[in-house]
Each structure stands twice: as structure tokens, then as C-alpha cells.
């Protein structure tokens, strides 16, 4: 018994799982991917630096479940990682920007969602990675806020629709992760701003545990909420934030 038991704990999270990633390029979607493969998955990653194809549209996100089912066969998590970034003081907002994030980082995850219902047959598990400006906001990243807002109803309807089969849905809502696309939106905001100085860094203080979070961090909480020891939550929208939200 004592044997089985240490071989149980030794096999890694996700061991047996055949997964779709797709990534954006701050990094997040490809810590991801290759936290998956250490837990033992099979992955097939689409965008990001390392991964097959594009991914910046809507038109994408069929492309990359037709893909990974070539690559893996039947699929049985899908984790949807891509976010457009934008600064933007509420002065030079236009509808036009703002329906392109929609596009982006709202609409893609809709696409993903009625996909992976279709796709993925029986029990499996849907992730969306979001971001905590989505729940309470700033000036500069309101309409980048609003276009990810959309990802907490998604995702609860989604699980709600799914459990019956086994199908759970949740959401990543990441705080400050230190990332070279994240540190470079964050000194395009300062400059909005007029803000001297290090403005990532200036951010970094007002997390309470003080610090950025990394992106492998991010991943190691994508692979736990996918995995089986995760098998009893659904729904729920999963703050990995140092307690920067309520700060």
C-alpha cells in the first residue's frame, strides 16, 4: 500500500492529460505550456515564442483546436492564456480600441468556451487567465479591464452548463507578474502618467506580500485548478494576486 501510495504522489499533476495552450507574448501562456509538460501532460501550444501558429484573433481559436486534435487526438483541457494589453487615458479612449479589445480578450473567450464544449467529450477542464484590472480597474487600464470584465460570466456559465458531464471552468484572475511585456505596459502607463522613475517597480510596492509575481507561479496555480485535486471547483474566479486586489 505504502508503495502505491508513493507512486501516486510521485506521478505529476496532470499525468495522462492531452492539453491545448494558447499563448500571448508576456510569457504567461508559455510558463504554462511547459509547467503542463513537467506535470506529465502532452501539449500542444499555439502562439507565444515556442508555439505553432498564430494567435492574436478570434479566427485563431479554431484554427488551434483543429490543430491540437491532430497533434494529441481528443483533448480534455483547454487553457486559454492570450490577453491584449492597453494603456489608455480615459481622454484618448474611441470606440473603435476598444471594440478591438472586446475582440481580443472577450470575444476569444467565448470562441474558446463554445469550442472546448464541443471538443472536449466528457470530463475535462477549461481554464481562462485574466487579470485583476478586470475586477477593479484604473484610469489607464479601464478599457484593457472592460474587455476581460466579460471572462467572470463566461466562465460561471460555463461551469454551470459543463458540470452535469464533468466539465470544469475557472478562471486565473493574476495580479502583477513580472514579465517584459508587463513591465513595458506598466512604463507606457507611467509615461501616460508622468510618472519619473521605475514605474513597474513603483506598482511592485503597493503589492502586500512585496512583491511581482512570476509567471511560473502563475502556471503552477493553472495546473493545480486543471487538475484532478481540483476536481470539486467550478466556477470560480481564482485570485493569484499577492493580495494586491484588496490592497
Same mark, same amino acid.
Given at each position: ?21 494558447? !499563448?500571448?507574448?508576456?510569457?504567461? $501562456?508559455?510558463?504554462?505550456? &511547459?509547467?503542463? #509538460?513537467?506535470?506529465?501532460?502532452? +501539449? ?8 505553432? $501558429? ?6 485563431? +481559436? ?7 486534435? !491532430?497533434?494529441?487526438?481528443?483533448? &480534455? ?20 480600441? @476598444? ?28 481554464? @481562462? ?7 477593479? /480597474? ?29 466539465? #470544469?471552468? &475557472? ?13 513595458? @505596459? ?13 514605474? @513597474? ?12 509575481? /512570476? ?15 481540483? #476536481?470539486? +471547483?467550478? $466556477? ?6 499577492? $493580495?494586491?486586489?484588496?490592497?
Amino acid at each position: 500500500m505504502s508503495e502505491m501510495i508513493d507512486m501516486t504522489l510521485a506521478a505529476g499533476l496532470l499525468e495522462g492529460s492531452r492539453c491545448l495552450v494558447m !499563448a500571448g507574448a508576456d510569457g504567461i $501562456g508559455e510558463a504554462i505550456a &511547459n509547467r503542463f #509538460r513537467s506535470e506529465g501532460a502532452a +501539449v500542444h501550444q499555439t502562439g507565444g515564442a515556442s508555439g505553432t $501558429g498564430s494567435f492574436c484573433r478570434v479566427e485563431d +481559436v479554431a484554427a488551434s483546436f483543429t490543430a491540437a486534435r !491532430a497533434a494529441l487526438g481528443k483533448l &480534455n483541457l483547454v487553457v486559454l492564456a492570450y490577453s491584449q494589453w492597453s494603456t489608455m487615458s480615459p481622454e484618448k479612449w474611441s470606440t473603435d480600441r @476598444f471594440q478591438e479589445l472586446m475582440a481580443s480578450n472577450a470575444a476569444m473567450a467565448v470562441e474558446t468556451g463554445r469550442l472546448a464544449l464541443r471538443e472536449i467529450e466528457g470530463s475535462g477542464a477549461l481554464c @481562462f487567465i485574466s487579470t485583476d484590472w478586470a475586477l477593479a /480597474t484604473s484610469p489607464d487600464l479601464g478599457l484593457m479591464g472592460a474587455s476581460k470584465a466579460p471572462l467572470g460570466p463566461i466562465t460561471k456559465s460555463l461551469a454551470l452548463h459543463g458540470a452535469k458531464r464533468g466539465l #470544469r471552468v &475557472n478562471a486565473i484572475f493574476m495580479g502583477l507578474i513580472d514579465s517584459p511585456q508587463l513591465r513595458a @505596459f506598466a512604463a507606457e502607463r507611467g509615461a501616460e502618467a508622468g510618472i519619473s522613475g521605475d514605474a @513597474f517597480e513603483r506598482l511592485v510596492a503597493r503589492v502586500p506580500i512585496g512583491r511581482a509575481g /512570476t509567471p511560473d507561479e502563475i502556471a503552477k496555480a493553472t495546473a493545480f485548478i486543471c487538475s484532478p485535486r481540483s #476536481r470539486h +471547483v467550478t $466556477g470560480v474566479s481564482v485570485l493569484v494576486d499577492g $493580495g494586491l486586489l484588496y490592497a
